[in-house]
């Protein structure tokens, strides 16, 4: 999905998003919801892989909330 969102992103452009962490108490939260957990250390390497530069990521409560851009 990165490799996607990196090939249609203009040069320039930022990728932003936010998600929950995988805690015990958010599935029963997002019951219904498609919930693919994704790990908080290892999402800057991922946008890396994918081309991205510039990543950051930030966790905070149940959340995390990253952005990268487009070179």
Do not use: K, N, Y
């Amino acid at each position: 999905m990165l490799a996607e969102l990196h090939r249609v992103l203009r040069p320039g452009g930022a990728l932003v998003g936010c998600g929950s962490l995988d805690l015990e108490e958010v599935p029963a939260a997002r019951a219904g919801d498609a919930f693919v957990p994704v790990d908080p250390a290892g999402l800057p390497r991922g946008l890396g892989s994918a081309g991205f530069c510039a990543a950051s990521v930030e966790v905070a409560d149940h959340q995390l909330r990253f952005r990268a851009v487009e070179p």
